[in-house]
């Protein structure tokens, strides 16, 4: 992360009703009224099209270069066609620089049918305000602002205003600059048009771009002219993964700068160190106390960097010549704050007293890598910082950034070009990037899992962030309250932990290395995947799980565009998984050990498994820069290989699921989430969404009590239709059907969806109330996307009924209707397993299932449970073994295997049995209704 100040204010543009300068010629604090000078070409009035659809009727910008002056003369005639536009155009506004310039009104008119309302000689006139905009930013700019409430405008008028401004900056030493942003489609005007004028004898020079602009060039009355058609062609479409000289708008440049080393000479004595620094002032006092405590002059300019930075506040001053000159380094120091200027200066001389080679460079903050495409002009940069020559090495010290320490004094900042200031003058440098020697950001992750691949992932996080931006959220942890650290810890969380319940945080800063730290404890939804009888764990919080590279470079406009890669950094992610301890047999896949590149950045990584515990570090360090187009392909596929290359865990087949931790033997497993559960509902007592979460983790682990006291709290804090269905559901499986209906019943009441009408009809015809069931489906049921659903419903409530016949044709005729559906072939063998029905020709369905399903071991289970009603329970045993092996946690399965085995004379499955009633009873008394009774 950069913090960068625009402290260097010195682009001439102009944008919308108003216009900002950078520097006027005579200082003139009132507006001034005259006509245009001589060499300004007026727009006739008659010409304006006051009749055309677009609201710019006409824009007409002309600017003269002449003896270290230029002036802006600025027409324009806006359509008032909308109650906004109106209002808008209302009050008129100007800003400009007094102790630079003038601003001068030629004229204020309505334009209303064929008549023309002078606006100036009906006695209006321009107020003057003295008005700092942007003191929210800490700048201060100087300007005057002139206002002008427009009186008498009318729907349907056109209004035209036009001025001039002058600007001359003595700190240029007579030479002039402008860069002004042509406008383009869409944008539409009825007349548009940009003039550039001077006297054949100076010296200009002047270029646009990017792209193609059509520029008429032209000699009149002893002056050079350039004058462009206005609005350009609609830009092309650029990707944004382009460096910035080819996405920024086209615009024109002129200027009397001679070249680079020009600049650089100008700006250099504003810089000059020697003799700020009086002895015996407090400056000097802070320079003993450095050298006090180091002699190694590495350690003395990283103390200096940081003292600028932690104890000069930065605020902009633009008053006076304060665009470009800075104010001493002794004002600086008494006044305790300053620009990006101030800071450099006050660097520059306690580095000077400190006997270290340094000297500025000029740079622009957004735009680094166009800056050679630029004229040589000080507009080309916003910021000032300092280079530093120390035994031989180079040291980039910005005192308008923040967390600078030895460790990272040499990381370069993010730039590409910058212009050194020297007396003999410089030419452009460009910045070698090197990777930052202590990480920006290392997270490390611990996943507690414990308890079992089946259940959620208890999390511990560190973000360490270090630099600029560790100081700067150690700034703000020492300013902002508990809720707003809370507002922190869960932003960070929800952007590197998805769907994380939080139990606990903090926020801490370390200023002796700048490093800011943000601490998190939680639960997370577990990662486990099934994969055949084992199951999976991906790790999408390492960094080349998300490794991607896919530039867009198909258009033939884009095809040799280089790739922007960004800055100079380094990331480390460090992730420990801990496994159960009594379960042996996991495995690491994926490869450990990694040291590869990709499009400029290198990725390494280690990682071992080793006593239940899985350690993994990667790094991604990149130098940043550019990618030749020729060479994305290759990157690609680089970064292809990478992702590919992803560590991941395999489970033991025979690891311990979740309906296994209500056996005593793995109780002990929970009490971690108990407690961690605990703390989560601490933080937030009154969240109905804490209870839900805890009722979730204890109905999936056999607790089947808790998880109603859980859905007791929740409604009573939050009474939703969608809680009310839930805990309908938990009343079925706790063999409560009534209760579950009044749940199911609140939850329609709440919410009369068809959601909402399929569970009340369910639980309605599994107690009996078979007419009112029925009657409900009727009514919901649309025969859309949803019918299938419905008839599933109806089919059971007609068996529940007596009436089980109906249902499989209500099931056949779906089918029919829907042919080639798996899942209903299935349904139909589930169906007919459990009411008995169609048993002729019951294996056939079931035989299809499994045969069509996507899910084989679902349709397994269908039909070892047919194989148990028609009285073999041989063959019911072999599929209850097929479907275990695919997945084992289906509780059903296993049912119907120890039902087959007592029934084949084995009691090995009785003890299963009876868990199964104790932890999910109303699905066992569901199974003997089926006839499946021990």
């Known amino acids: 992360m950069r913090f960068v100040s625009l402290c260097l204010a010195g682009v001439s543009s102009l944008a919308g009703a108003a216009l900002l300068a950078v520097g006027p010629a005579q200082a003139g604090e009132d507006v001034l009224y005259a006509p245009p000078a001589r060499w300004v070409e007026p727009y006739k009035d008659k010409d304006i099209d006051t009749a055309g659809k677009t609201p710019l009727a006409l824009y007409d910008v002309q600017q003269r270069i002449e003896s270290g002056v230029l002036s802006i003369y600025v027409d324009r005639a806006i359509k008032l066609d909308a109650p906004q536009a109106l209002t808008q155009a209302g009050t008129s506004s100007a800003a400009w620089q007094p102790d630079k310039g003038d601003l001068i009104v030629h004229r204020v008119q309505i334009l209303r049918g064929g008549q023309v309302i002078d606006v100036l000689a009906g006695g209006a006139k321009y107020t003057v305000l003295r008005r700092e905009t942007q003191l929210e930013q800490r700048t201060l700019d100087g300007a005057l602002t002139a206002t002008l409430a427009v009186p008498g405008l009318q729907m349907g008028d056109v209004l035209r205003i036009a001025y001039t401004q002058t600007i001359h900056d003595p ?49 009149i009355a002893g002056d050079h002219r350039l004058t462009i058609a206005l609005p350009l062609a609609k830009p092309e479409d650029m990707p944004e993964d382009a460096p910035v000289r080819y996405r920024r708008p086209s615009a024109i440049q002129a200027g009397t700068f001679r070249g680079w080393a020009e600049v650089s000479q100008i700006f250099a004595p504003l810089y000059d160190p020697k003799g700020t620094i009086a002895e015996g002032s407090a400056l000097a006092g802070e320079v003993a106390r450095i050298a006090g405590q180091s ?208 139990t606990g945080g903090s926020l801490s800063y370390d200023a002796d290395s700048a490093t800011a730290h943000i601490d998190v404890t939680g639960i997370q939804s577990g990662n486990w995947e099934r994969q055949g009888v084992r199951k999976r764990e991906d790790f999408g919080d390492l960094p080349s799980k998300d490794v991607t590279f896919n530039p867009d470079r198909a258009r033939a406009l884009w095809k040799d565009m280089p790739v922007n890669l960004g800055f100079a950094s380094n990331q480390v992610t460090e992730l420990t998984v801990l496994l159960p301890e009594d379960e042996d047999g996991y495995l690491l896949r994926g490869r450990p050990d990694l040291d590869m590149t990709f499009a400029g950045n290198r990725l390494q990584r280690t990682a ?288 119907f295997r120890a039902i087959a085995l007592r029934r084949m004379g084995d009691g090995s499955g009785d003890s299963y049995i009876a868990y199964l009633a104790k932890i999910q009873p109303g699905q066992v008394r569901d199974f003997e209704s089926y006839g499946l009774k021990p």
């Open 295 to 502: 002699a190694d002059p590495l350690t003395r300019a990283a103390l200096a960097t940081q003292l600028v930075q932690d104890q000069i506040s930065y605020q902009m001053n633009g008053m006076a010549t304060g665009n470009y000159v800075p104010q001493t380094p002794e004002q600086t120091w008494q006044l305790r704050y300053g620009d990006c200027k101030a800071k450099t200066y006050l660097l520059l001389a306690l580095l000077d007293a400190l006997q270290i080679a340094a000297e500025p460079v000029l740079v622009n903050s957004s735009a680094s890598d166009a800056v050679p495409d630029l004229l040589p002009m000080p507009n080309a940069f916003d910021h000032v910082l300092v280079r530093a020559t120390i035994a031989g090495g180079e040291y980039w010290l910005d005192g308008t950034s923040a967390g600078t320490r030895l460790a990272n004094l040499g990381d370069t900042p993010g730039f590409r070009n910058g212009l050194p200031l020297r007396r003999a003058g410089a030419e452009l440098m460009a910045i070698a990037p090197r990777v930052p020697r202590v990480p920006q950001a290392r997270v490390a992750l611990t996943f507690d899992e414990r308890g079992g691949i089946d259940l959620p992932t208890l999390v511990t996080a560190r973000a360490s962030l270090s630099g600029a931006i560790g100081a700067n959220l150690g700034a703000i942890v020492a300013q902002v309250s508990e809720k707003q650290k809370d507002e922190i810890i869960e932003k960070f969380a929800g952007s590197t932990l998805p769907n994380l319940v939080i």
């Open 608 to 895: 071992t498994l080793t006593d239940h515990r899985l350690h993994v570090v990667e790094s991604v360090e990149s130098l940043g820069g550019e990618l030749p187009a020729g060479e994305i392909a290759a990157e690609k596929g680089k970064a292809a290989r990478i992702a590919n290359s992803a560590v991941f865990l395999l489970s033991p087949a025979d690891a311990v699921r979740q309906w296994q931790l209500g056996l005593p033997e793995y109780r002990a497993r929970i009490a971690p989430y108990e407690e961690a559960y605990a703390k989560a509902i601490a933080r937030e007592p009154d969240d109905a969404d804490a209870y839900l979460n805890r009722a979730s983790f204890r109905w999936g682990t056999t607790d089947l009590a808790g998880a109603l006291k859980d859905f007791d709290k929740a409604i009573e804090l939050d009474p939703s239709a969608a809680t009310y269905r839930r805990r309908a559901l938990l009343k079925r499986v706790m063999g409560n059907f009534e209760a579950g209906l009044l749940d199911a019943r609140k939850a329609f009441e709440l919410d009369p969806s068809a959601q909402s009408a399929r569970a009340l009809a369910g639980v309605l015809g599994r107690t009996g109330k078979t007419q009112e069931a029925l009657a409900l489906i009727d009514e919901f049921d649309d025969y859309g996307e949803q019918h299938p659903s419905f008839v599933e419903v109806r089919a059971d409530v007609l068996a529940y009924g007596g009436r089980a016949q109906d249902g499989l044709d209500a099931i056949n005729a779906l089918i029919e209707e829907r042919p080639g559906q798996a899942y209903l072939y299935n349904s139909s063998c589930w169906f007919r397993a459990r009411f008995k029905v169609g048993e002729d020709t019951m294996i056939d369905a079931c035989n299809k299932a499994v045969e069509q399903s996507g899910m084989a071991s679902a349709a397994l289970d269908s039909r070892a449970l047919a194989w148990l009603q028609l009285g073999d329970p041989g063959k019911a045993k072999a599929d209850a073994d097929a479907a275990l092996a695919l997945a084992p946690d289906q509780t059903s399965t296993r049912y």
């Open 171 to 219: 700190t240029l030493k007579g030479e002039v600059q402008l860069t002004n942003p042509l406008i383009a489609a869409p944008t539409e005007a009825g007349f548009a048009r940009e003039i550039i004028s001077w006297p054949k004898a100076e010296h200009v020079v002047w270029k646009t771009g990017p792209g193609t602009v059509a520029v008429k060039e032209s000699e």
